[in-house]
């Protein structure tokens, strides 16, 4: 290991110009990077929520509730970390 840092100082030493360019370069990706980042003044601090719409051709209203919403909030109950699953159908 000690071999290793003497090779290192070594080396900044002597190409001391490529080591200040390379900060250089160092510094200005990291304030091009700070410039960049996107930063929301007020964060959403709301539940995250899934909307599903479905829609079945031809089936009326409680078929697409018995064949497709009841299976897919039995499927759901079993997300984790959430907090409670509701359901709103609109009929027609």
């Known amino acids: 290991m000690n071999?290793?840092?003497?090779?290192?100082i070594h080396f900044s030493l002597r190409h001391r110009y490529f080591v200040f360019f390379m900060t250089a370069v160092l510094i200005a990706l990291g304030i091009w990077s700070y410039m960049e980042t996107p930063i929301e003044t007020f964060p959403d601090v709301t539940n995250t929520q899934i909307v599903i719409i479905s829609q079945w051709a031809g089936r009326s209203a409680e078929e697409?509730?018995?064949f497709i919403?009841?299976?897919?909030?039995?499927?759901l109950n079993s997300v984790?970390?959430?907090t409670n699953l509701r359901t709103n159908s609109s009929v027609g």
């Open 80 to 82: 984790q970390k959430k």
């Open 69 to 75: 919403t009841i299976p897919l909030e039995t499927e």
């Open 64 to 66: 697409v509730e018995k």
């Open 3 to 8: 071999k290793f840092i003497k090779r290192i």
